[in-house]
C-alpha cells in the first residue's frame, strides 16, 4: 500500500515562512520525481514545484519561483516544500505527489497525499 503523507501546513502571515513534508512509504521513491501541486478554493489544481529523482533538477511555477524550494531526502522517503515570503494567494491545500513514469519532472502523477492546508492570512 503506497501511501504519501502530507504534514506542516497551518495557518500563518503574509511574509512568513512554513515548510511542508510529505512522507512516503510503500515502496522507494528514489527512482521518480515528486512534486507538488496546490488547490485553491474555487480554482483548478495547480502545479507548485517538481523535482528529479536525486534531487539535481527542479522546476517551479512562475507564481513561486524566487519564493519556494523543493527538496528531497532519500534517505528518508521525504519531500520537502520551503515556503518564504508567503502571500494570501498562497492560500491552498497543498498536495504531494509521485510520478512513477518520470525520473525528471513530475508530468503525470501516479500518487497523491491526502493534501495539507496552508492559510495566509493579510
Known amino acids: 500500500q503506497v501511501q504519501l503523507v502530507e504534514s506542516g501546513g497551518g495557518l500563518v502571515q503574509a511574509g512568513g515562512s512554513l515548510r511542508v513534508s510529505c512522507a512516503a512509504s510503500g515502496r522507494t521513491f528514489s527512482s521518480y520525481a515528486m512534486g507538488w501541486f496546490r488547490q485553491a478554493p474555487g480554482k483548478e489544481r495547480e502545479f507548485v514545484a517538481s523535482?528529479?529523482?536525486?534531487?539535481?533538477?527542479?522546476y517551479y511555477a512562475d507564481s513561486v519561483k524566487g519564493r519556494f524550494t523543493i527538496s528531497r531526502d532519500n534517505t528518508k522517503n521525504t519531500v520537502y516544500l520551503q515556503m518564504n515570503s508567503l502571500k494570501p494567494e498562497d492560500t491552498a491545500v497543498y498536495y504531494c505527489?509521485?510520478?512513477?513514469?518520470?525520473?525528471?519532472?513530475?508530468?503525470?502523477?501516479?500518487?497523491w497525499g491526502q493534501g495539507t492546508q496552508v492559510t495566509v492570512s493579510s
Open positions: 505527489t509521485v510520478d512513477k513514469g518520470s525520473r525528471l519532472v513530475v508530468v503525470d502523477p501516479d500518487y
Open positions: 523535482i528529479s529523482s536525486r534531487g539535481g533538477t527542479t
